[in-house]
């Protein structure tokens, strides 16, 4: 079974792939370099951390190590739609083998998996 999307649909999938990649790229970055920012050591003060602060500064890190994780699994997840694309297997669910219904495609590009197959592994 050949359900494959007509030309201008995949350009629209494609376009919208490389723009969010693009969007978690720069997003990436900048999580990063406030990581790198927050490590570097604050020079200059003998005197102890304040627990408090520190406590706020540790769970904030652990908030950036969590988005960073997401975005480089969206990233990747994006990568591997745009792949999909180009090899033709877009929009085709992994798991049944059935078409991805439109409306979830236009929700989340980078689906592996149609609705039904997705609430069964959740
Ligand atoms: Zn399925």
Sequence with gaps: MNRSIPARERAGYRQALTQLIARL???AT???????????????????AHEA???VRESEEELARTLLG??????????AALERLS???FGVCEACGKAIAKARLHALPYARTCTKCA???N
């Design 25 to 27: 790229s720069g997003t």
């Design 70 to 79: 997401n975005e480089a699994h969206l990233l990747a997840e994006a990568s």
């Design 53 to 55: 602060d520190r406590a």
């Design 119 to 121: 609430s069964a592994t």
């Design 87 to 89: 090899a033709g297997t």
């Design 30 to 48: 900048a999580l990063e370099e406030e990581a790198a920012l927050r490590g570097a050591a604050p020079g200059g003060t003998d005197a102890p």
